[in-house]
């Protein structure tokens, strides 16, 4: 199951019951560490703050980061088991495999998108978040909280992805191959100088126990540490892990400040070198040998098995996809036990989580660096087929400004280009709003002669095209009130108990497979025209339009609440309608 | 704690993703152990994603055609 053996421990081992309980089994990942049952009780308290505790970020937001990095990764373990967790905790196959595909392309909301976003860049080591996009997490809607638990997901996502790869443990379920496609972010402005943070900001806690502990333990209190204060739960676990790992065990503690430093300096981590370089020091190693180490290890003057040990950790931190079982065997030939590995896989990968996480938080040296680092040029492993940045809509240049202009300038032709442009959409709005192609069609010509008349108003504050389905709104609501008074959209009839769902089958895994383009596209044209006018209207400008809820009020003078209250209503009307053709047992029996 | 009824007047906002941090996680706590909510929320995504993807109301680019000539000759009626 694992490069190590598996050591009996007793079936009431606390973190064990505690991984059932959550997990529903206990993953192969803390089976291959049972010689060290004391790392794997630090390391469930971790897990616990980090993971089970729930604050800012929801259980599937956690996953979702989880899976998003171990695909980054290649990590086949990591991808296996976060991608039964998402379905058991309720996300469809279809849009995990969405998110897999392109998370940027899966409809997730924007602050989720931005999370993932996020969490990629952070994981790449040797990429340091900046200030900009912490900024650009606020933005979009993560508060500081949010982001603090990004960052710790995300290492422990990093920290799982070199502990499963330095065990080599099997996946606890069938592998799932990965098809992953994260987003190239070469493309965008990325600092190349050391980024000075801390970025979050922290709470004051007082003379915390944290402190005290560290103070006796390290000496001083690292930034690190400070920088996470808003969590003290997680910051007392991390001293758990650490402490576990340096106080107990085989390996000396100058072995394994060896591994922090050197894999810190694998992960071009400016701040972890600084620290460990200062603790070797104390811990009698000469400057200049430990600048070597950083540097090179093996041109230090090392004996040849603690070179072996921390080539291993070198190649398991920067060349994960060449790491294998020679690399283990290796070691065990220099004479270190299968504890000894086991402590020296551990203590690279927490390393990794610690670098990641001051990656994350920015958290300034404790002593001045004697070797900065800057950005590792970019990976390009997984970067095959860079992908375009949606311009924000406000950014952009109307594509439709020039032919504007023209007409404008008396060029009457300029105006037959821009309804040919933009007649499907405008007739599409219109048959939603009538529910008859002949009415709609009369309305398109009558909203272009509208549209003509008063393009002198058109000001450009939004796009002439939104604009425009604006106006194909007005005009196919006068249609309706002059032709259809009855099919009214204005009353908007209180109504006391929310909608109960009546079809509760679950649906096929992929719907559209079983219908033709030609038979699907029938179906949702009969559902939206049995829709009452006033949810058919807003269905066709949000959902197929793709307005958002305030050019939908505006163009159809409506507030913003009725817009979602109708929204809503609307597309459950339609699910309702279309669930006897998608759900389960309907097509899945029938070949 | 949440009901079946809320996470229904809360569905739309979730798929957009428009909910505060606190209430979504309410309602994936919800959603962790109600099936009917499951169900409701992934065949709504589904609904969702087969209309945007129907093509649905969309006529052949020549049929408009007919349609900018009869604007541009009142166009052209009116200047003249």
């Known amino acids: 199951m694992s490069y190590l053996r598996e050591a009996e421990v007793s079936s009431s081992f606390p973190p064990f019951e505690a991984f059932r309980e959550h997990f529903g089994f206990v993953p192969k990942i803390y089976l291959a560490q049972t010689l060290l049952p004391r790392l794997i009780e630090a390391e469930a308290a971790l897990v616990e703050a980090v993971l089970f505790q729930q604050r800012a970020l929801s259980p599937i937001q956690k996953e979702c980061i989880l899976l998003v990095v171990a695909a980054a990764h290649d990590n086949v373990y990591g991808v296996t088991r976060h991608y039964q967790r998402l379905r058991l905790i309720g996300m469809a196959e ?35 978040i900046s200030q900009a996009d912490v900024a650009t997490a606020r933005a979009q809607g993560l508060s500081d909280e949010s982001i603090l638990e990004a960052i710790l997901v995300t290492a422990w996502a990093n920290f799982l992805c070199s502990l499963s790869t330095g065990l ?44 005290a502990v560290l103070q006796e333990q390290f000496g001083f209190v690292p930034n690190l540490f400070r920088a996470q204060t808003r969590r003290l739960d997680v910051v007392g676990a991390e001293i758990g892990v650490l402490e576990t790992l340096l106080f107990t065990g085989d390996l000396t503690r ?5 591994i922090l430093l050197v894999v810190s300096a694998a992960n071009r981590n400016t701040y972890g070198v600084a620290v460990h370089s200062q603790i070797l020091t104390t811990l009698g190693t000469p400057p200049d040998e430990t600048d070597q180490i950083a540097l090179d290890h093996q041109r230090a003057r090392l004996p040849e098995e603690d070179k072996a040990l921390l080539e291993m950790v070198r190649r398991l931190a920067t060349e994960p996809h060449a790491f294998g079982r020679s690399d283990i065997e290796r070691l065990q030939e220099c004479g270190f036990s299968q504890r000894h590995v086991l402590e020296a896989v551990v203590m690279a990968s927490f390393t990794i989580f610690l670098n990641t996480v001051q990656f994350g938080l920015g958290a300034k040296p404790d002593f001045t660096p004697r070797r900065m680092f800057g950005p590792a040029p970019p990976k390009k492993a997984h970067l095959s087929s860079p992908e375009p940045r949606p311009t924000p809509r406000e950014f952009a240049v109307d594509p439709d400004a020039e032919a504007i202009a023209k007409v404008r300038g008396g060029d009457l032709d300029a105006f037959e280009v821009l309804i040919l442009r933009h007649s499907k959409r405008v007739y599409r709005t219109l048959v939603g709003i009538l529910g008859n192609a002949d009415e709609a069609r009369d309305a398109v010509q009558e909203t272009f002669l509208k549209a003509f008349q008063h393009l002198g108003s058109f000001e450009g504050r939004a796009r002439f095209s939104t604009w425009l389905v604006s106006i194909a709104s007005n005009t196919g ?30 649906w096929t895994e992929d719907p559209e497979q079983f219908y033709s383009r030609t038979e699907t596209r029938s179906l949702v044209e009969g559902a939206v025209l049995k829709l009452p006018a006033k949810y058919r209207v807003v269905v ?9 809820a305030e050019e939908t009020a505006a163009a159809l003078g409506l507030g913003i609440p009725a817009i979602k209250s109708r929204l809503l209503r609307g597309r459950l009307m339609l699910r309702e309608a279309l669930a006897p053709h998608f759900a389960r047992s309907a097509k899945e029996v029938a070949p | 704690v949440i009901s079946c009824a809320d996470f229904m007047t809360e569905i739309g906002n979730y798929l957009d993703g428009d909910v505060a941090a606190e209430v979504r996680v309410r309602l994936e706590a919800h959603l962790s152990h109600c099936e009917t909510c499951q169900v409701v929320l992934d065949s709504a995504r589904k609904t969702l994603q087969i209309v945007t993807d129907s093509g649905s109301f969309d006529l052949p680019q020549e049929t408009f055609q007919p349609i900018a000539d009869r604007v541009m000759a009142r166009l052209r009626e009116a200047k003249t």
């Open chain 1, 94 to 128: 279809q849009q995990i495999d969405r998110i897999l595909a392109g998370h940027r392309q899966a409809r997730l909301p924007t602050a989720d998108a931005g999370l993932l976003d996020f969490a990629l860049k952070l994981a790449r080591h040797g990429a340091p």
């Open chain 1, 168 to 211: 080599g443990v099997a996946p606890d379920f069938e592998p799932r191959e990965i098809r992953h496609q994260p987003p190239d972010f070469s493309a965008e402005s990325e600092s190349t100088e050391a980024s000075i943070g801390p970025y979050l900001t922290t709470v004051e806690n007082g003379p915390g126990g944290y402190a």
């Open chain 1, 254 to 258: 100058v072995q394994k400040e060896r």
């Open chain 1, 477 to 506: 609501l006068q249609f309706l009130r002059e032709r259809r008074p009855l099919d009214s959209l204005d009353d908007d009839e209180f109504e006391p108990d929310g909608f109960r769902p009546r079809q509760i089958r679950a």
């Open chain 1, 540 to 548: 066709m400008l949000r959902d197929m339009e793709q307005l958002s």
